[in-house]
Every structure is written in C-alpha cells, then in structure tokens.
C-alpha cells in the first residue's frame, strides 16, 4: 500500500519561512498528481495547493504568491515551500496524492499523517 509521510513543519514567526516535504513509499499506481490540504483547529481540511502529472499548479487564494509546489519525480517527493508565512497559516499540514490501489484498480486518494505548522504573531 502506499505510505506517504509529510516532515518539515514546526513553529516559526510570521513573515517566516517553511518548506515541507512528502515522500511516497510503497507501490504506486498511475499517480495523477499531488496536493497539500491543511487543517486548523475547528476547521474543516482545505485544499492549499495541487500539482498534476504535467506541473500544472493551482493554489488557494490565500496563499498565492506566498506558497509554491513543486515535485521531485525520481526521489518521489512532494514539497510545499511556504513564504511570508501568517499565523493563519498555522495548521496541521497533509500531503494526498490520488492513485490506483492496484495496476487494475480504481483511483483512491492516499493520505499522510500530517505535519504541525505553528505561525506565531
């Protein structure tokens, strides 16, 4: 099954920066893109950032211009590098990349663990 696992995040004062990674491990199927969602305390999960197979880039538009993703196809590594960071931003910080469970299978969407991300003022 594939495993993904998010490191980078930690405290860090507005204006500050952060890059976060996501490493795919395991078998993966036909992977079509990635995506870093984000949650707050009492707040639902939001999509923050989404790069497909062929690099295009969408953002949240809270943070564009601030965040950039970007891919390392051959080492299987996702990376959200945060800029001018907010204590808005402050959250815990999941990569999901959507892929087939098997060479036949359906698309499913895999999930990390996340990784805490504290913007203080």
């Known amino acids: 099954q594939v495993q993904l696992v998010e490191s980078g995040g930690g405290l860090v004062q507005a204006v500050g920066s952060l890059r976060l990674s996501c490493v795919a491990s395991g078998m993966v199927f036909s992977p079509n893109g990635m995506a870093w969602y984000r949650q707050a305390p009492g707040k639902q999960r939001e999509l923050v950032a989404v790069?497909?197979?062929?690099?295009?880039?969408n953002y949240l538009d809270s943070v564009k211009g601030r965040f950039t993703i970007s891919r390392d196809i051959p080492k299987n590594t996702t990376y959200l590098i945060m800029n001018s960071l907010k204590p808005e931003d402050t959250a815990v910080y999941y990569c999901?990349?959507?892929?087939?469970?098997?060479?036949?299978?359906?698309?499913?969407?895999?999930w990390g663990q996340g990784t805490q991300v504290t913007v203080s003022s």
């Open positions: 790069i497909t197979s062929s690099g295009t880039t």
């Open positions: 999901n990349t959507r892929a087939r469970d098997r060479p036949r299978g359906s698309y499913v969407d895999f």
